[in-house]
């Protein structure tokens, strides 16, 4: 069973560009999360989507966006990149329940 | 205040010892408790999940959650090289898809 897929692994992107990543979560997984993790502040909660609706948004500028799409797949898009955007992006999803999310290996992404 | 506090470490321990992690909580409303272990260079893989109050065993690793004391454990025994990461807690309320974590504890198991 193929887990969680991220794409690209890496990224270096230049101050003020933007960026998008790619999630394919498990087969038959319909709830897919983003998170942010940087070593100063941990695992931070981004947006949490379920059947191409977002149901939940963290504490992030609205520069940090996202989508679902019909086949569970997402994206999220980060516009006008900062350098303090440089973070390790990360997506779960999950059958739709609390605590059985599965991570993917996440998107490096670097802003210089 | 951070809503899930946990102690960093680094903490180094010797093969075969019985290792605790420990986060508290200052959110009554948690009633879901994880925890996670995240190797370098990956995302992190959850290793317990708990609902409410009590413990949970599963093969080396026991998951204890005391919600009178907002205070969440995980016991490793018989620690192996292998068991060397970053364990993550992680909270979350009824009803709620948005997981709150603690900072991580980095852990390393020494042969």
């Known amino acids: 069973k193929a887990g969680v897929t991220q794409t690209p692994r890496y990224l270096i992107k230049t101050r003020g560009q933007q960026v998008t990543l790619s999630c394919s979560p498990i087969?038959?997984?319909?709830?897919v999360s983003w998170y942010q993790q940087t070593p100063g502040q941990g695992l931070q909660f981004l947006f949490e989507?379920?059947?191409?609706?977002?149901?939940n948004k963290g504490n992030f500028p609205g520069r940090f966006s996202g989508r679902q799409f019909s086949n569970s797949r997402s994206e999220m898009n980060v516009s006008t990149l900062e350098l303090g955007d440089s973070a390790l992006y990360l997506c779960a999803s999950s059958l739709d329940r609390v605590g059985g999310y599965t991570f993917g290996s996440g998107t490096r992404l670097t802003v210089v | 205040q951070k809503e899930v506090e946990q102690d960093p470490g680094p903490l180094s321990v010797p093969e075969g010892a019985i290792v605790s992690l420990n986060c508290t909580y200052s959110n009554s409303a948690f009633q879901y408790f994880m925890w996670y272990r995240q190797y370098s260079r990956k995302g992190p893989e959850l290793l317990m999940y708990?609902?409410?109050?009590g413990n949970k065993e599963d093969g080396r690793f026991t998951a204890q959650v005391d919600k009178s004391s907002k205070y969440i454990s995980l016991f490793i025994r018989d620690s192996q090289p292998s068991d060397s990461a970053t364990y993550l807690c992680?909270?979350?309320?009824?009803?709620?898809?948005?997981?709150?974590f603690g900072q991580g504890t980095r852990l390393t198991i020494n042969p």
């Open positions: 087969s038959g997984h319909r709830s």
């Open positions: 992680a909270m979350s309320v009824e009803g709620a898809q948005k997981l709150v």
């Open positions: 708990t609902y409410s109050s």
């Open positions: 989507y379920f059947s191409e609706t977002q149901r």
